[in-house]
């Protein structure tokens, strides 16, 4: 196997720059109801109640299909379920520019494309970190992590133009294109493991233990892992926090803060441009997250990143009813710490759980994440029916944010006599590797 030479390209760098890529149209994808609430209501005279419905069933789909992507990952290959993947996310993006009933909406958006696109979720992310990189793990999480606000930038304005220039439908056309388009590009340059270049992972050397490939039926190495992780504190404790991570961003702020600047005023394209400002700030701010995560206690720094979120969020209800320059300041401190969250989390699961059962683990936590985003996209919805705007919501996330920030110090520090070692693999695994509990 070739050794790298210091100074030499590692391959490594290209299949994370692929990734980096799916997970932007992927991001741009999810973006796109967020311009859409207000239009779809003023055409079929849905509310957004109903409207929030979709990206609820969206986000729970999102997530739960993360863990079984991953385990497909292990059996058929990476390459193979993001063409797959991408492909049907794209056909369902098209087909929802002809929509004229909700159950479309819920079928195409809520179902297919949640279910694609958790093919392409922070689980990718962590398999390719995980088989790839043995240095620069952290840095590479965070990356890539920040191009969910990549995503948004470079889409939310483009799409909120055209809805507001050609229709609704436009931008649906629009991000079916552009998910397209990437589809020969995974297919050309992704790569499974660094073994199918006849390379070690970037950073490892001779002494480095390889990663040993899962086996067996994926569905079961999914719900074994599942198990295993249920019967430990440890994942408790990360999966609450990711819950009240997607609740207080994808789910609240992702969803909602675009209808919540217009009803103070704003117009849309001006309310999606600010949303696509946190993505600028997010990929300052998750970059030096992966960073840190590699230097520093990931537990510590996601205490203070969940705790300074719930301070922002208590912050937001006055930004918006204050002048433009206070609303920037909410916009800049929470965008730094959009998903600065998301190395932490992955490093922390892979330090605790191995890295051979890290990315499936992740998947359910991040399952987690998905499901509190789900409970905000409706739940805010539903209260705005109910109250007439979003205070209460963005108070009640802030407080959450807050007690996350207390938990996350309770998670055992991995490598220290914190409990029992008990397998993660499901038992006809071969490769099981133990974990520190």
């Not at 030499?8 to 290209?14: D, E, I, L, M």
């Not at 294109?177 to 490892?204: Q, S, T, W």
């Not at 300074?308 to 206070?326: E, I, K, Q, V, W």
């Not at 110090?409 to 006809?428: E, F, H, M, N, Q």
């Amino acid at each position: 196997m070739n050794e790298t030479k210091p100074g030499k390209f590692h391959y490594a760098w290209v299949v994370a720059g692929v990734t980096f890529l799916t997970l932007i149209v992927s991001a741009g994808v999810r973006s796109t109801p967020s311009t859409l609430v207000v239009p779809l209501q003023e055409a079929f005279g849905w509310n957004r109640s109903e409207i929030s419905l979709a990206v609820s069933i969206n986000l729970v789909l999102f997530g739960l299909f993360g863990p079984f992507a991953a385990a497909l990952m292990e059996k058929f290959g990476m390459r193979r379920v993001m063409v797959i993947a991408l492909t049907t996310v794209g056909i369902a993006a098209a087909l929802t520019s002809q929509i004229n009933a909700t159950w479309q909406l819920y079928v195409l958006w809520g179902v297919v494309v949640g279910i694609g696109t958790g093919a392409t979720a922070t689980v990718l992310s962590a398999t390719v970190s995980n088989r790839w990189f043995t240095k620069r793990r952290g840095l590479v999480v965070g990356l890539l992590s920040a191009s969910n606000a990549s995503g948004q930038l470079i889409f939310l304005p483009l799409l909120a133009w055209l809805v507001s220039t050609y229709g609704w439908q436009s931008a649906s056309i629009t991000t079916a294109i552009a998910v397209l388009l990437v589809v020969p590009v995974v297919a050309i340059f992704m790569r499974n493991y660094p073994k199918d270049k006849d390379l070690r992972p970037y950073g490892a050397t001779a002494e480095t233990e390889p990663l040993k490939p899962l086996t067996g039926n994926p569905f079961m190495l999914a719900l074994g892992t599942l198990g295993r992780g249920l019967r430990d504190r440890n994942f408790w404790i990360l999966g609450g926090s990711f819950f009240v991570c997607g609740l207080s961003t994808n789910g609240l702020i992702g969803t909602h803060l675009i209808p919540a600047a217009m009803d103070h005023g704003f117009a849309e394209v001006t309310a999606a441009s600010l949303v696509a400002a946190i993505g600028v700030f997010d990929v300052i701010g998750t970059t030096i997250s992966g960073w840190l995560s590699d230097r520093f206690d990931n537990r510590k720094l996601l205490s203070w990143y969940y705790g300074l979120r719930g301070l922002s969020l208590l912050f937001l209800p006055y930004a918006l009813t204050s002048t433009f320059a206070t609303l920037i300041i909410f916009i800049v401190f929470y965008g730094l710490d959009w998903v600065a969250t998301v190395p932490p989390t992955v490093r922390l699961t892979s330090d605790v759980y191995g890295k051979s059962h890290g990315s499936i683990m992740y998947g359910w936590i991040f399952a987690a994440h998905q499901l509190g985003a789900a409970v905000a996209a409706f739940g805010a919805g539903t209260l705005y029916t109910w109250l007439g705007d979003y205070s209460s919501s963005f108070w009640l996330a802030g407080l959450l944010c807050l007690v996350a920030s207390g938990m996350v110090l309770r998670i055992s520090r991995p490598g220290t006599a914190s409990g029992k070692t008990i397998p993660v693999a499901p038992p006809d695994t071969k490769s099981a590797e133990p974990a520190a509990i």
